[in-house]
Structures are given as C-alpha cells and as structure tokens.
C-alpha cells in the first residue's frame, strides 16, 4: 500500500513536444504529491507539488494534474526542452512523515 | 541562502569497515531526512530527524543509523559494510515535514564498497 507507481520509465520527446509521466498510488492517506527532477550527479530537486483538494496545479511550463478517484497524478511539460533532460520521480508523502518515490523516468528531449 | 551540504560527496570503502556521513542543513531547517539511491531499488527512506529526535525509520537494517546535533547538522553511520550498501546517500532538510512537506536535497555522498 505504500508504492507508487511510475511510468514510463523513460521517454524522448522533441524540442517543444509535451512530455506526460504518470504516477498511480495505493495509500489514500497520501496527502503531498510532489515530483523531482535529477540531473546526473546531482541530488533531486522539488520540481512542484500538489494536494489531493486540488485536481490541477500549473507552474511556468510544468503541470500537476490530479485525479483523487483514480488515485492517480501525472506530469505534464509543455513545450519540452533540451535542458528539461532528466530523471523525474513522482513521490508522495502522510503527514509529513516520509516520501514514497515512484521508480524514475529518464527523459530525454532532442533538439 | 546555502543548499543542504553533504561531506564526504565520494568515498571508497572495503567490506566489513564503516562509514560517517556528515549533512548540513538549510539554515532554519530543523527536520533532517536520510535517502539511499541505487539504480536497482531506487529511492528509499532511511530516517527522519527533528529536533535531535528520530521521528521516523525506514526498513533499513540496524547497521544504518543516524544522529542529529543541536545545530541541525546530522550524521549517519553504516557499520559492517556490505557491497550492496554501495548507493548515493542523500539527505534532505525541511524547516518542518509536518508542516509543509517541502524537502531539499543535497546533491549526496556517493559510497563505493569494494
């Protein structure tokens, strides 16, 4: 009941295509969904979060969209570039107690 | 601001011998989180800490253990080593997880068993 599901576990997209990763959780008492992003030789950084009262939240070119009865949370990025290179793990967390990470997809945009 | 700091960033070590890892956190940040990461499992929960006091543990043998100071600075130990401890080793500090749930990670002490 603690996992969350990621996938696909890597992707390519081109220089300003959407780039979509999906998440699946088990646990409804999962109340902060935040997703990283990994550079190579770097420590995850907070990409954007989201809580389960909310079924979208919108950052620049980076989107969070919920779905609380399907258990459920996606990744959206819009017009994709070569700098978003990098792995993106979807995480969530109970109260602040830890974060359950999904398994990481590697995405790759080419010029 | 400074990031979350972590000491030693690479390290290489033989079986059966231990290790320290040191971390530094965002000053202000009181709740100190242990990561391990490898290619095969991935991101796992080790140990929270806030306030000098481990709040949480995840399903990690006894030979992972950690501490937090006064400061908020924390260390952990890995006794015993075994060549599957061979992982990036990060840690992450939040003013506090209960609250926010916002965490900042440093960039990791990556440790080789040979």
């Known amino acids: 009941q603690q996992q969350v599901k990621q996938s696909p576990q890597s992707l390519i997209v081109q220089k300003g295509g959407i780039s979509i990763i999906n998440c699946a959780y088990e646990?409804?008492?999962?109340?902060?969904f935040p997703w990283y992003q990994q550079f190579p030789g770097k420590g995850p950084a907070l990409l954007i979060a989201?809580?389960?009262?909310?079924s979208e939240k919108k950052e620049g070119r980076f989107t969070i969209s919920f779905n609380k009865s399907a258990k459920q949370f996606s990744l959206h990025i819009m017009d994709s570039q070569p700098g978003d290179s990098a792995t993106y793990f979807c995480a969530a967390m109970y109260r602040g107690s830890r974060l359950t990470f999904g398994e990481g997809t590697q995405l790759t945009v080419n010029p | 601001k400074a990031g979350v700091t972590q000491t030693p960033r690479y390290l290489i070590k033989t079986r059966g011998q231990q290790v320290t890892l040191s971390c530094s956190p965002i000053s202000g940040h009181r709740s100190v989180s242990w990561y391990q990461q490898t290619p095969g499992q991935g991101l796992q929960f080790l140990f929270e800490?806030?306030?000098?006091?481990?709040?949480n543990k995840g399903n990690f043998p006894g030979r992972f253990s950690g501490r937090q100071f006064s400061n908020s600075r924390s260390e952990m130990n890995v006794s015993t080593l075994e060549l599957g401890d061979s992982a990036l080793y990060l840690c992450?500090?939040?003013?506090?997880?209960?609250?926010?749930?916002?965490?900042?990670f440093g960039e990791g002490s990556r440790l080789t068993v040979l």
């Open positions: 646990n409804t008492a999962f109340d902060y």
């Open positions: 989201i809580r389960p009262d909310v």
């Open positions: 992450a500090s939040s003013e506090d997880l209960t609250n926010t749930g916002e965490l900042f």
């Open positions: 800490y806030f306030s000098e006091t481990q709040r």
